[in-house]
């Protein structure tokens, strides 16, 4: 018998690549109490960005191969399927369909444009914000805080990837794939 669950957790991005301060997250996640479970949702293409380095397909898979032993997580593919930039108001209104609240996950770096999100201000009466600490970046009091203790980002990864960074059930495709890519480049 299923067990209805009502509050989860958000967690989108990029995942471009995928890297342990993201699993981190996802564990520190599964702690609060009033989670009852993590989806993590790849983006097709962030609505920020012009585009992705991997494409849409491999990045879920890659983080459905990391998540795969998680009880309570699951990956998303809503936004891939729309094949275009999906705001985060419409995964919110999505998962409302199903959940009763909703508690999205963004880095600190996301706070100063926070309020250039798609109906941000629709969208901050319909979640809870929890942010992962990053690079000593100040969080406000009226967002939750979620301590993480790596400082990582997929940007800097790109630029040098470092296998210790990327999660062993999927380091070998990341390493094969963006080792390839900057290969390629040159």
């Known amino acids: 018998m299923e067990i209805d669950i009502e509050n989860i957790a958000l967690f989108g991005g990029s995942f471009d690549p995928p890297h342990i301060a993201h699993v981190a997250i996802v564990k520190a996640l599964l702690d609060f109490r009033e989670i009852e ?12 960005k012009s585009n992705s380095f991997a494409p849409s397909s491999l990045r879920v898979r890659w983080l459905k191969e990391v998540f795969a032993g ?16 999906v705001p985060t108001i419409e995964s919110v209104e999505f998962l409302l369909k199903r959940y009763k609240k909703i508690y999205l996950v963004i880095g600190a770096d ?11 201000e629709e969208l901050k009466e319909l979640v809870s914000f929890i942010v992962a600490t990053r690079d000593g ?11 993480i203790d790596k400082n990582i980002s997929s940007t ?17 495709d990341v390493l094969s794939y963006y080792t ?6 040159k």
Do not use: G
Not at 70 to 85: A, G, P, R, T
Not at 137 to 147: G, M, R, S, T, V
């Open 37 to 48: 479970k993590v989806i993590v949702m790849p983006t097709f293409l962030n609505p920020f």
């Open 70 to 85: 998680y009880e309570n997580v699951e990956v998303s593919d809503f936004e891939l399927k729309k094949q275009k930039k």
């Open 110 to 120: 996301n706070i100063k444009s926070l309020h250039k999100w798609h109906r941000y």
């Open 137 to 147: 970046i100040e969080i406000p009091k009226e967002f939750l805080k979620l301590h």
């Open 156 to 172: 800097m990864l790109r630029k040098k990837i470092e296998a210790p960074l990327i999660p062993k059930e999927c380091k070998e």
């Open 180 to 185: 390839k890519k900057e290969n390629n480049a």
